[in-house]
């Protein structure tokens, strides 16, 4: 069953108004933060909280995005848990009778992959680039533990389970009505994050390379002048439409002012710090006023900072 489509009116305007990381749940009958929604014929996302993982949310803070391309279903996110992934794949039953045929992890971090064991589970071939299901592998026990301590019951079924194929470069599917296009264009806000375009349609479900509407985390090992070089390659796909990693679908100019320029933004004030000899502790106090309005500003703005600090004192 299709439900209201405001989305096509949001890819016109300059920021949606609609998130709200203070509202816990949209969706209290489900798992899912809210209900997936059609932002162009067959492609299907669940917007996920612009808040941190928690209890409230189900872990489901991210995009979770679906094509229903007339041959089977692609799934793109294997969700945060096992109990999100079920909610994500009756969502998906309620749509359509075509079967899931593909799973596609963004990257190896939790809200991509500890969903996998549900998926797995019915049958459904994993594909993730070599490098999340690298971190993955390393990482894996980490974030089911941090899942399992946050999601409590909510956690229930959730287990390690990587991707059963990998690639380096790109991945090409042919499906139904859809050519789809798995591409690693490069470093950017974790190891092996995947964007897959479809360039009929000129959409991109992009992954953790944009956000919009909260502020992007810096982890330790984001590479964020890497993100910054490999940006171009990203907009220069020419997509019309952008699903981003976090936050509403959108266009390329506002994940960029929310993406690229922010790293841009942020390094040139570390920069001014390192280049008057001043330490860690000064970066923590530069001017990011100008991204205070998104969400998550107040969680992450310090400790981005700092990270970034710690990595450009050593470029």
């Not at 749940?25 to 162009?40: A, F, N, R, T």
């Not at 071939?125 to 894996?140: M, N, Y």
Request: hydrophobic residues 40%.
């Amino acid at each position: 069953m299709k439900r209201l489509m405001w989305i096509g009116l949001a890819l016109l305007l300059p920021l949606a108004a609609t998130a709200n990381e203070n509202i816990p749940d949209q969706y209290p009958q489900s798992m899912l933060y809210s209900p997936p929604v059609e932002v162009i014929p067959h492609v299907w996302t669940a917007i996920g909280a612009t808040a941190p993982s928690t209890y409230e949310n189900a872990g489901h803070n991210n995009n979770l995005s679906f094509i229903v391309t007339g041959d089977g279903v692609v799934v793109i996110n294997g969700g945060g848990s096992y109990l999100l992934a079920r909610a994500l794949h009756d969502e998906i039953r309620a749509i359509t009778d075509q079967p899931v045929k593909l799973l596609i992890n963004e990257n190896g971090q939790g809200h991509a992959m500890l969903g996998n064991c549900y998926w797995a589970e019915q049958g459904v071939p994993i594909l993730a680039h070599e490098d999340a299901a690298t971190e993955f592998d390393d990482f894996g026990q980490q974030l089911l533990d941090g899942a399992r301590n946050r999601l409590k019951d909510r956690a229930e079924g959730t287990c390690l389970h990587g991707p059963d194929e990998t690639f380096s470069d790109r991945h090409e599917i042919e499906l139904g009505e859809f050519r789809i296009e798995v591409l690693y264009l490069g470093p950017a806000h974790s190891p092996g994050d995947t964007q897959v375009w479809l360039p009929k349609q000129s959409l991109v479900i992009a992954g953790d390379m944009a956000f919009h509407e909260r502020l992007l985390p810096i982890f330790d090992h984001t590479d964020t002048a890497g993100w910054v070089e490999t940006w171009p390659l990203f907009e220069g796909l020419g997509a019309t439409y952008v699903i981003p990693g976090h936050g509403h679908p959108t266009n390329m100019a506002q994940v960029r002012r929310y993406t690229h320029d922010y790293l841009v933004y942020l390094r040139a004030k570390i920069r001014e710090v390192i280049d008057a000899g001043q330490g860690l502790e000064d970066s923590y106090y530069v001017d990011q006023s100008p991204y205070a309005h998104l969400h998550t500003f107040d969680e992450l703005a310090t400790r981005n900072a700092g990270r970034v600090f710690e990595a450009m004192e050593f470029e």
